[in-house]
């Protein structure tokens, strides 16, 4: 079965340190992964996507994430975190055709920065 | 563009009525998507169009709920007669979806909160 899984529930860093927000995925043939973000009271907002190419991927607010295919890993990176970086995120999988853009979502991780 | 538009954002009802969300797509966005998150399970997939048609419904969680796409640009979910456990958040997404075998990103609204008592 396809499935992606966010282990943590919540990850806890303090400003100005690096964070990492876990995302695993189970497909069958080439992964297309996604992370969103979601602000209180908000829509989720795309960060960033891997479809193929460079593993390391970079996106909004200075945001990165790494493809591992042997790990089955794409985890969501950031070099020195921020107070306003404090959301909840979801990690995604593309499922089914190209054509139609389904996504399947992880249960979201909730990061809290602390100054 | 004003992204994906939703109404109401906030919908009180008492169990038994009829609810009916709306949501206006990105123009020139082809697929659109219906989404409903709770606590308890998280973001969930109900139905999705592309070029206006149903594609999945499997994720429709009773008889209760139809969703219709008459046109591009006007997506409707219906929840007839409504109950307490459909409280929860509503999103509609919407992305543009084609042969070439590119997967582009969802682009969601800002949800309606439904509240039914």
């Known amino acids: 079965a396809q499935s992606v899984a966010q282990p943590e529930d919540q990850v806890n860093v303090a400003e100005g340190n690096p964070l990492t927000v876990k995302c695993t995925y189970s497909?069958?043939?080439?992964?297309?992964l996604f992370w969103y973000v979601q602000y209180p009271n908000r829509g989720l907002q795309f960060l960033l996507k891997?479809?193929?190419?460079?593993?390391l991927v970079k996106g909004s607010y200075g945001f990165e994430a790494e493809f591992n295919k042997s790990q089955t890993s794409f985890h969501l990176k950031k070099p020195s975190a921020l107070v306003s970086d404090s959301a909840l995120y979801f990690c995604?999988?593309?499922?089914?055709?190209?054509?139609?853009?389904?996504?399947?979502f992880g249960q979201g991780t909730t990061l809290q920065v602390k100054p | 563009d004003a992204g994906v538009i939703q109404s109401p954002r906030h919908e009180v009802t008492e169990m038994g009525q009829e609810v009916t969300l709306r949501c206006k797509p990105i123009?020139?966005?082809?697929?659109l998507f219906w989404y409903r998150q709770t606590m308890m399970r998280g973001l969930e997939l109900l139905i999705y169009?592309?070029?206006?048609?149903?594609?999945?419904d499997s994720g429709m969680p009773e008889d209760r709920f139809s969703a219709k796409m008459p046109n591009a640009s006007f997506s409707t979910l219906k929840i007839q007669p409504s109950e307490p456990r459909d409280s929860a958040v509503y999103f509609c997404?919407?992305?543009?979806?084609?042969?070439?075998?590119?997967?582009?990103?969802?682009?969601f609204g800002p949800g309606t909160r439904l509240t039914v008592t």
């Open positions: 997404a919407s992305s543009f979806s084609g042969t070439s075998g590119l997967t582009y990103e969802q682009y």
């Open positions: 497909v069958s043939g080439n992964p297309y």
């Open positions: 891997y479809i193929t190419g460079d593993n």
């Open positions: 995604a999988v593309r499922v089914g055709s190209s054509n139609t853009g389904k996504l399947i």
């Open positions: 123009s020139g966005h082809n697929s």
């Open positions: 169009f592309n070029n206006n048609v149903p594609i999945d």
